[in-house]
Nanobody, 114 residues
Framework: QVQLVESGGGLVQAGGSLRLPCAAS????????MGWYRQTPGKQRELVAT??????EYSDTVKGRFTISRDNAKNAVFLQMNSLKPEDTAVYYC?????????WGQGTLVTVSS
């Protein structure tokens, strides 16, 4: 079993920055993909950025502004968000996958004011 815990959300003005950490615990050696998704009310959860072995994927809407990174020693993955826009307002979820098994964090709210 894997547990994912996000933090770092909050209120920021447009143009500002936030860094979201996600701490992983449990059977983390089994995690093949880690990353971030986000969701706004009435919309489907959408990919923000993911790490898969040897590759990183970003949504076109965040490319060039967001950076995903990981610290294997701390069993953590981070999302650095720069040049934030009001449309980035959402609940951000940490995500992990091993084969067909998925894990999700509880989510952290990011609100970007104009």
């Amino acid at each position: 079993q894997v547990q994912l815990v996000e933090s770092g959300g909050g209120l920021v003005q447009a143009g500002g920055s936030l860094r979201l950490p996600c701490a992983a615990s449990g059977s983390i050696f089994s995690i093949f993909v880690m990353g971030w998704y986000r969701q706004t009310p009435g919309k489907q959860r959408e990919l923000v950025a993911t790490f898969c072995v040897g590759s990183i994927e970003y949504s076109d809407t965040v490319k060039g502004r967001f950076t995903i990174s990981r610290d294997n020693a701390k069993n953590a993955v981070f999302l650095q968000m720069n040049s934030l826009k009001p449309e980035d307002t959402a609940v951000y979820y940490c995500y992990g996958r091993a084969g067909l098994v998925e894990w999700w964090g509880q989510g952290t709210l990011v609100t970007v004011s104009s």
